[in-house]
């Protein structure tokens, strides 16, 4: 009787027939036979999780010192890391197109006006264009005047936008002023007929009228003071509806500005008030 084929037998002969393999079963019981768990020793970890920016585990032991000796949990020599300081990266810098911004909450009106920063209030409003200095030839000043008038008598030269007050020996002071718009110019001989100090403020019907077609509402009156367009003293010419005053607005001198008033800085006009008595002749040319 032969007998059976042993593990022994077919591994001998695959081994001599050159078939590099080793084909023995394995046993059922090694197959399915639990695995211990892999464990990664902290001391191998520890020194990545610090590279990388991450928190090392509190229960985690420290990892060798590079002065220590001895053998790690693993066996092998505790050769320790080496510490590397990683930068953070530089970002590129973004143009225009590829700028992201964070999404801002949605405010309703009234509270993303209390948040508006004093930079961002005042970019909503609108920048009036003020001429900060006055133009040197405006400034008050004597000058040479060869004319005909009577010393006292005050003359104004519409086109070139100045004030003389006749004086002796072919002098003159003369002060810069605003004068009438275009359509608004007018010449004419007066007399000052009345004198103001701070005056209050009646506009014309035909002006509120007229300012009104152009959105600006004028009051009835306004009282006089700082804010008054009339300023610090006004000079009334004859029967007419105009006068030599003072401005709130003084960087409107030199320019054709009002509805036929002459106006002047408020320092000059009080020095031509002291200057001037009732029944002074005013040419307007």
Same mark, same amino acid.
Not at 193 to 214: F, G, L, Y
């Given at each position: 009787?032969?007998?059976?084929?042993?593990?022994?037998? !077919?591994?001998?002969? @695959?081994?001599?027939?050159?078939?590099?393999? +080793?084909?023995?079963?394995?046993?059922?019981?090694?197959?399915?036979?639990?695995?211990?768990?892999?464990?990664?020793?902290?001391?191998?970890?520890?020194?990545?999780?610090?590279?990388?920016?991450?928190?090392?585990?509190?229960?985690?032991?420290?990892?060798?010192?590079?002065? $220590?000796?001895?053998?790690?949990?693993?066996?092998?020599?505790?050769?320790? +890391?080496?510490?590397?300081?990683?930068?953070?990266?530089?970002?590129?810098?973004?143009?225009?197109?590829?700028?992201?911004?964070?999404?801002?909450?949605? @405010? $309703?009106?009234?509270?993303?006006?209390?948040?508006?920063?004093?930079?961002?209030?005042?970019?909503?409003?609108?920048?009036?264009?003020?001429? $900060?200095?006055?133009?040197?030839?405006?400034?008050?000043?004597?000058? #040479?005047? #060869?004319?005909?008038?009577?010393?006292?008598?005050?003359?104004? #030269?519409?086109?070139?936008?100045?004030?003389?007050? =006749?004086?002796? #020996?072919?002098?003159?002071?003369?002060? &810069?002023?605003? =004068?009438? !718009?275009?359509?608004?110019?007018?010449?004419?001989?007066? !007399?000052?007929?009345?004198?103001?100090?701070?005056?209050?403020?009646?506009?014309?019907?035909?002006?509120?009228?007229?300012?009104?077609?152009?959105?600006?509402?004028?009051?009835?009156?306004?009282?006089?003071?700082?804010?008054?367009?009339?300023?610090?003293?006004?000079?009334?010419?004859?029967?007419?509806?105009?006068?030599?005053?003072?401005?709130?607005?003084?960087?409107?001198?030199?320019? &054709?500005? $009002?509805?036929?008033?002459?106006?002047?800085?408020?320092?000059?006009?009080?020095?031509?008030?002291?200057?001037?008595?009732?029944?002074?002749?005013?040419?307007?040319?």
């Amino acid at each position: 009787m032969q007998r059976p084929w042993t593990r022994f037998d !077919k591994t001998l002969i @695959l081994i001599g027939t050159g078939l590099q393999v +080793f084909v023995a079963p394995a046993a059922a019981e090694e197959r399915y036979r639990e695995r211990p768990p892999v464990i990664v020793s902290p001391d191998l970890t520890a020194p990545w999780i610090r590279q990388l920016g991450g928190a090392v585990p509190a229960n985690a032991p420290a990892a060798a010192s590079p002065v $220590s000796a001895g053998r790690s949990q693993t066996g092998l020599p505790a050769t320790p +890391f080496r510490q590397i300081a990683v930068a953070p990266p530089v970002a590129a810098p973004r143009t225009q197109s590829t700028q992201i911004r964070p999404r801002q909450p949605e @405010l $309703s009106l009234p509270a993303a006006a209390s948040v508006a920063t004093p930079v961002q209030t005042a970019a909503m409003q609108p920048i009036p264009v003020i001429r $900060s200095r006055l133009e040197p030839q405006f400034l008050p000043q004597i000058v #040479d005047y #060869d004319t005909r008038e009577t010393p006292g008598t005050i003359v104004i #030269d519409t086109p070139h936008r100045f004030l003389y007050l =006749v004086l002796e #020996d072919g002098k003159a002071k003369r002060y &810069g002023v605003g =004068v009438g !718009k275009p359509g608004f110019e007018w010449a004419g001989a007066h !007399k000052v007929t009345r004198k103001a100090e701070w005056p209050d403020w009646h506009p014309p019907k035909e002006m509120i009228t007229r300012e009104a077609a152009k959105g600006h509402y004028l009051p009835a009156s306004m009282q006089g003071g700082p804010e008054n367009p009339l300023g610090a003293r006004a000079l009334y010419l004859g029967s007419t509806l105009y006068r030599i005053h003072g401005t709130n607005a003084p960087w409107t001198i030199g320019s &054709g500005v $009002s509805s036929g008033c002459i106006r002047m800085r408020n320092e000059d006009v009080t020095d031509l008030y002291e200057r001037v008595p009732i029944g002074t002749t005013v040419i307007v040319m």
